[in-house]
């Protein structure tokens, strides 16, 4: 397959005392109360479909949270309308990301008193005013607070984000910025057994993960530890590949048959992505001195099996390498965008990450896009 590949990379800071990267400094995660094996998906459904069994029990996915919509008096949970499915956006996303965001504040040692900008990141829902408003009246987070929503970018949108946030916090030395990503998938449903919406029914589960980033005021000052004296890891650098002839293979758009919005997914995807994550990765080491081999964490979106598969194949990873990100697609399902910041908070509770190590952040989505960020703690 012949692709034009656009490409587009933002070069690290010169290090050394006259600039300070940004640093990660705190990561929270939450999920939405109820938790389905796959089985138990397929039973609340009644989807008996031999092909779509195949494809839930085949998933890799023990478990996900889930809201599902109620029973009726005859045990049979009937498809909710596209205002229900949008009202049960907002409440979840107010509930995950309250959740993720005062966990990661702890994290950090901070308060919500000490956030100067919030980026909310959801591609399950539309709201207007966005979440990042809605969670400062929520929360009672300083109505000065800066803010930024990103809306209906995917499963890549985390790193679209961090990027953006990234720049700010440079910009801003000893100024507290979160990002966070609020997905609640079970708004975006779509309730049905047809092969269209299998593969998309049984992998996206409930997810929020907020990560807060912090430039030290003193450039000639290291902050290489958090409050619990762990290494926090410098954002050096991102790049991107956009595939455009796969624009159409990811998407979010109206189902004229079910009268709601509804995510679509080619089956090639995988492999077309796989086939792009040399490309980005090689440009995201450029001019580093850096080898793939000296990448010592790789936290990968927890796409799906096929997906990881075709990262660790084209990367030449091991299953030791994507361990979190199989562990995250395991426990919870694909989370969007908010999936690498699981498998990151999974690192960070190991304890495996030593200064000077170097890790690399990836996610891929819509576009189609991949993302990439390293990271040096």
Same mark, same amino acid.
């Given at each position: 397959?012949?692709?034009?590949?656009?490409?587009?990379?933002?070069?690290? @800071?010169?290090?050394?005392?006259?600039?300070?990267?940004?640093?990660?400094?705190?990561?929270?995660?939450?999920?939405?109360?109820?938790?389905?094996?796959?089985?138990?998906?397929?039973?609340?459904?009644?989807?008996?479909? =031999?092909?779509?069994?195949?494809?839930?029990?085949?998933?890799?996915?023990?478990?996900?949270?889930?809201?599902? =919509?109620?029973?009726?008096?005859?045990?049979?949970?009937? $498809?909710?309308?596209?205002? +229900?499915?949008?009202?049960?956006?907002?409440?979840?996303?107010?509930?995950?990301?309250?959740?993720?965001?005062?966990?990661?504040?702890?994290?950090?040692?901070?308060?919500?008193?000490?956030?100067?900008?919030?980026?909310?990141?959801?591609?399950?829902?539309?709201?207007? =005013?966005?979440?990042? #408003?809605?969670?400062?009246?929520?929360?009672?987070?300083?109505?000065?607070?800066?803010?930024?929503?990103?809306?209906?970018?995917?499963?890549?949108?985390?790193?679209?984000?961090?990027?953006? &946030?990234?720049?700010? %916090?440079?910009?801003? $030395?000893?100024?507290? !910025?979160?990002?966070?990503?609020?997905?609640?998938?079970?708004?975006?449903?779509?309730?049905?057994?047809?092969?269209?919406?299998?593969?998309?029914?049984?992998?996206?589960?409930?997810?929020?993960?907020?990560?807060?980033?912090?430039? +030290?005021?003193?450039?000639?000052?290291?902050?290489?530890?958090?409050? +619990?004296?762990? #290494?926090? =890891?410098?954002?050096?650098?991102?790049?991107?590949? &956009?595939? $455009?002839? !796969?624009?159409?293979?990811?998407?979010?758009?109206?189902?004229?048959?079910?009268?709601?919005?509804? /995510?679509?997914?080619?089956?090639?995807?995988?492999?077309?992505?796989?086939?792009?994550?040399?490309?980005?990765?090689? @440009?995201?080491?450029?001019?580093?001195?850096?080898?793939? %081999?000296?990448? @010592?964490?790789?936290?990968?979106?927890?796409?799906?099996?096929? &997906?990881?598969?075709?990262?660790?194949?084209?990367?030449?990873?091991? @299953?030791?390498?994507?361990?979190?990100?199989?562990?995250?697609?395991?426990?919870?399902?694909?989370?969007?965008?908010?999936?690498?910041? /699981?498998?990151?908070?999974?690192?960070?509770?190991?304890?495996?990450?030593?200064?000077?190590?170097?890790?690399?952040?990836?996610?891929?989505? $819509?576009?189609?896009?991949?993302?990439? #960020?390293?990271?040096?703690?």
């Amino acid at each position: 397959m012949t692709t034009e590949i656009r490409e587009t990379a933002r070069p690290a @800071r010169e290090t050394g005392a006259a600039a300070a990267h940004p640093r990660i400094v705190g990561v929270g995660t939450a999920v939405t109360a109820a938790s389905y094996s796959q089985q138990e998906v397929l039973d609340a459904f009644g989807i008996t479909d =031999p092909k779509v069994r195949s494809v839930f029990l085949n998933s890799a996915i023990e478990r996900r949270n889930l809201a599902l =919509p109620p029973e009726d008096a005859h045990g049979v949970r009937a $498809p909710e309308s596209q205002g +229900d499915l949008l009202d049960k956006h907002k409440q979840l996303a107010l509930e995950m990301g309250g959740e993720a965001l005062r966990a990661c504040l702890k994290k950090a040692g901070a308060e919500l008193t000490d956030l100067r900008h919030l980026c909310c990141v959801t591609s399950t829902g539309l709201l207007t =005013p966005g979440i990042s #408003a809605l969670l400062i009246r929520e929360l009672g987070i300083d109505r000065h607070c800066g803010r930024t929503d990103i809306v209906g970018m995917g499963c890549n949108a985390g790193l679209n984000a961090l990027g953006v &946030v990234a720049g700010w %916090s440079a910009a801003h $030395p000893g100024e507290l !910025a979160v990002v966070l990503c609020v997905e609640a998938c079970s708004a975006a449903y779509t309730v049905d057994s047809t092969m269209r919406t299998a593969v998309v029914n049984s992998l996206f589960g409930d997810g929020a993960a907020a990560v807060a980033l912090l430039t +030290d005021a003193d450039a000639d000052v290291a902050m290489d530890t958090d409050t +619990d004296g762990e #290494a926090t =890891p410098a954002v050096l650098k991102f790049a991107s590949c &956009v595939i $455009p002839e !796969a624009v159409d293979a990811m998407r979010y758009d109206w189902d004229r048959v079910q009268g709601r919005f509804s /995510f679509f997914l080619d089956p090639q995807i995988p492999y077309v992505v796989g086939a792009h994550a040399e490309l980005v990765v090689d @440009r995201l080491l450029a001019g580093t001195g850096l080898r793939r %081999s000296d990448i @010592r964490h790789w936290l990968v979106h927890s796409g799906g099996k096929k &997906v990881i598969d075709a990262v660790v194949v084209n990367l030449g990873l091991t @299953r030791h390498d994507v361990r979190h990100t199989v562990g995250v697609l395991r426990d919870h399902g694909n989370v969007s965008s908010g999936s690498f910041l /699981f498998s990151y908070e999974r690192l960070l509770e190991e304890g495996a990450a030593r200064p000077g190590e170097y890790g690399v952040l990836m996610t891929m989505g $819509p576009g189609s896009t991949i993302e990439t #960020a390293l990271i040096r703690w």
